[in-house]
Structures are given as structure tokens and as C-alpha cells.
């Protein structure tokens, strides 16, 4: 079956893409940039603009599903500027999916829109599910418009599932690199005063949970694609030490976050406790459902 991705060459869609390549899919990832060295072996690229179906439209006609993971990152520091950028390259790229599937005779069966636990907003110690309401900050905001951008397809007939995702543990991307580095100099340590919510996921169960809910057809709406365990950025830290083999004692301070990242550092010094509730109602199994077994799966071979 075709499967299209937006944002397919980065820290989820290429290894989704990589994984539904080797089941026996044919994938077709969406970039400005779709040159086949950035793509994995066997999966083919389309140039888009991340605003307009041009040039990419046909290939919605038949496809089985459409992922739609675009957006700028949002791990960079925070201007009025960036913030635009970051909100309009996840609702442009929405739009511009709607427009395709709205203009295709034989539209997809399911479209799968991410988004993020930030949905949530800051919440203390709460333990929350896809049943609590959104926050009201600029990440909870974003990422209510966010998932909106693509709900004009379920008038179309087309099933629609949510990713509410957490932070991505992978070894070449997202927040364990950064993590890993004052550990590696023996100056590791939480961030602010660590008593914040982590909700975490491996990346490989990340990627089976994503190609679980397109596969079943009863899955729809909004689903938490964390693990079972989130823990507080400190229990996190303690544990990244224990797996490395280094301290963790020296707590980096909220105001060099906020030097470095100005507003965008409420994204580490803030967080969630966020429960996949709806996922493992339906029944999916994680590979990695606590934070020492997935640091070590993916540390272990290279800790020194």
C-alpha cells in the first residue's frame, strides 16, 4: 500500500519510513529537499513546498494513508519571529494536505496528524490521558491548532488518528544528544529543579505505535504516544547516570536555559505527566515501557 510522509527525512519520519519501506510498503516521503541520499534505501521522494499541493497532489489518489509530521523545530531559541515560523509550517502543511485529499477522487483511507504532549500545557504532577483539556501557553495553543489544521478530512470520510507525542529517546536526535554531553564530562544533571514531567518514548515504540493505529481501523482521534512510566526530569537524569556510569549531581540553572532559549526554555523547565491511556486500551504492547530498559537499548553498546 502507498503511504505518503511530511516531514519524512527527520528524527521519526525517516525511521517510520525506513520501517514501513522494509514491511513492503511503498513510501513516498514529502521534502523540499527529497534527494535520494537524505531518503532511506527503497523510499521515494516528492518535492513539496510544505504549503500547496503542487507537484506532489496526484500521489494522494489511492494512497492508503497520508502521515503528516511537518513542522520547524521547535528545539531552537525563541523570537516572535521563530515562533510564527514554527505555528505556520504546521498549519500550512495541514492545509495543504486537506486541499489534496479534497481533490482526489479515491482519497486515502487514514490520515495520521502529528502533535505533541505540549498540548497539555504545564500541569504539575497531574497524571493526564487524551480525556484531559488542553493548556492555555504557546505550545498548548500550537498544538491544538495544529491537529485542527487536518479535521476538515473526517467530513470527507477519511479516518483520522492524532499522535500526541512525547520526548523521543533515539541515540542520533532530539533531546538525548543534549542530555548525554555534560553526563559525558562529569557535569550531568536535571534541568532547573527537575521536579518537572518527562513523558518519554523510545523511538522504535513510537514507530510500532504509529503503524499500529494505521493499521487498525478502529483507531481515531487523539491517542498519547508515550510510555507508561513518564518520570520527572530528575528520576531521568538519575537514571541516564546510573545506565553511563557517570553523577548526576550538578543541576543545570533555569536562567542559562532561558539565556540560551529565552521563552523556548518553558519547553524543558515545564512539563507533563502524560499516560497513554487509549493506546494500550487498544491493546498495544510497548517494547520499552520504563526509562532504564529503553537508555539502555539504546546506550548500552557505545557507554564507555
Known sequence: MRVLI??????????????LRQAGDEVIVLSRR??????PPGVQGARWDGRTPEGWGHLVEGAFAIINLAGESIGQRWTEATK????????????AIVEAIAAAREKP???LQASAVGYYGPRGEE?????????SDFLARLAVDWEASTQPVEAMGVRRVILRTGIVLAKDGGALPRLLLPFRLFLG???????????????DDWV?????????PEARGPYNLTAPQPVSNAELCRILGKVIGRPSWLPVPAFALRLLFGEGADFLLTGQFVLPKRLLEAGF???YPDPESALRAILRPTAS
Open 6 to 19: 511530511t516531514g519524512g527525512t527527520g528524527l521519526l519520519g525517516r525511521a517510520l519510513a525506513e520501517a
Open 34 to 39: 527529497p534527494e535520494p541520499a537524505r531518503l
Open 84 to 95: 510564527r515560523r514554527i505555528r505556520e509550517s504546521r498549519l500550512n502543511a495541514g492545509r
Open 109 to 111: 483511507q487514514v490520515v
Open 127 to 135: 497524571r493526564l490521558t487524551e480525556e484531559d483539556p488542553p493548556g
Open 189 to 203: 544533571g536535571p534541568l532547573g529543579n527537575g521536579r518537572q514531567g518527562w513523558s518519554w518514548i523510545h523511538r
Open 208 to 216: 510500532e505505535a504509529a503503524r499500529f493505529l494505521m493499521e487498525n
Open 285 to 287: 504492547t510497548f517494547r
